[in-house]
């Protein structure tokens, strides 16, 4: 087996090179896990994957953490060896009770522009208290959803994906893992369904909370006029029925702590092949019924469901 340091060539990543280097105890530290990971994950990968975690670190980690933590929970993954030598297919093939569960990873970067995730300048360079950048983080994780989602009906279309299989996009926002919420809704929770900002209701004579909520919030709002909003409402829309579930994390090469940055799976209730819950899986698991005139959302692995 390969190492995933041995690559050399034009266009390597900045933090690729200072982790083979690993001049630091803290870089040694970060490439000792990396090599935990890949000893586990190698039998899985595919042919290209050292050249692209060499030019693309974040997202190729992304995967092989995927792959391994499907692996720890006992879950079976379709070998590198078994699967055809031609033609493009999903990163991960988990082969389960006689059926697939194909899993398309990606892991979006901050981003450019007004609407890129980019965190407060410093004090001392003359920043000062600003919002976090929530819906910047929000348009990165719907863009992503968006162009995975469009991966799959290729898929499909072309027969490596059956209709009958398990499909769950998975996004790493670990590139922007400071600025995505995570309690007590994780961030992917409002980029799929129309919740806006938090609310609390308090008791106008003594003060006292009361109750509280999420206003209804069905777009993401962009900086450019032009291009317009986005719709907030990816899983109550039958567009998006091929997709059963997307898992989503906040873990990076320098956090991978599940206890801080948990693995969550979203359910999609208008998905045409549902994703079976309680699978054995994630940290976080969130299913959505309908009740009355609208949808409730429970994370149904808390103990206080």
Wanted: hydrophobic content about 35%; proline content about 8%.
């Amino acid at each position: 087996m390969c190492d995933l340091w041995s690559v050399d060539g034009e266009d390597l990543d900045r933090g690729y090179l200072n982790l083979r280097t690993a001049a630091h105890p803290e870089e040694q530290d970060m490439r000792g896990q990396l090599d935990l990971l890949w000893e586990t994950y190698a039998p899985y990968a595919d042919a290209t994957f050292r050249q692209g975690f060499a030019r693309d670190p974040n997202a190729r980690f992304w995967e092989m953490y995927l792959g391994c933590r499907l692996l720890e929970a006992g879950k079976r993954l379709m070998p590198t060896a078994e699967r055809p030598r031609r033609g493009g297919q999903p990163d991960i093939c988990v082969l389960d009770d006689g059926g697939r569960i194909w899993i398309e990873a990606i892991a979006p970067e901050p981003g450019d522009g007004e609407d890129g995730v980019r965190g407060p300048k410093p004090i001392n360079q003359g920043g000062r208290f600003g919002p976090m950048p929530t819906r910047q983080a929000q348009l990165r994780t719907t863009g992503a959803l968006f162009r995975k989602t469009k991966v799959f009906e290729r898929y499909l279309r072309e027969g490596v994906v059956a209709p009958e299989d398990v499909r769950i996009i998975a996004i790493g926002a670990g590139s922007f893992g400071l600025y995505a919420t995570e309690r007590p809704l994780p961030l992917i929770l409002s980029s799929v369904f129309p919740i806006g900002d938090a609310y609390v209701t308090l008791d106008r004579d003594t003060g006292e909370v009361v109750g509280g909520g999420y206003e209804p919030s069905y777009q993401i709002e962009r900086n450019c006029a032009a291009q317009g909003p986005i719709p907030r409402t990816a899983f109550l829309d039958p567009t998006f029925a091929q997709i059963s579930a997307v898992a989503w994390s906040r873990v990076s090469i320098g956090n991978m702590s599940s206890a801080e940055r948990p693995l969550t799976l979203v359910h999609n209730p208008t998905a045409a092949v549902p994703m079976r819950q309680r699978w054995g899986c994630w940290d976080r698991e969130f299913v959505t019924v309908r009740e009355g005139d609208g949808w409730a959302i429970a994370d149904v692995l808390a103990a206080d469901s």
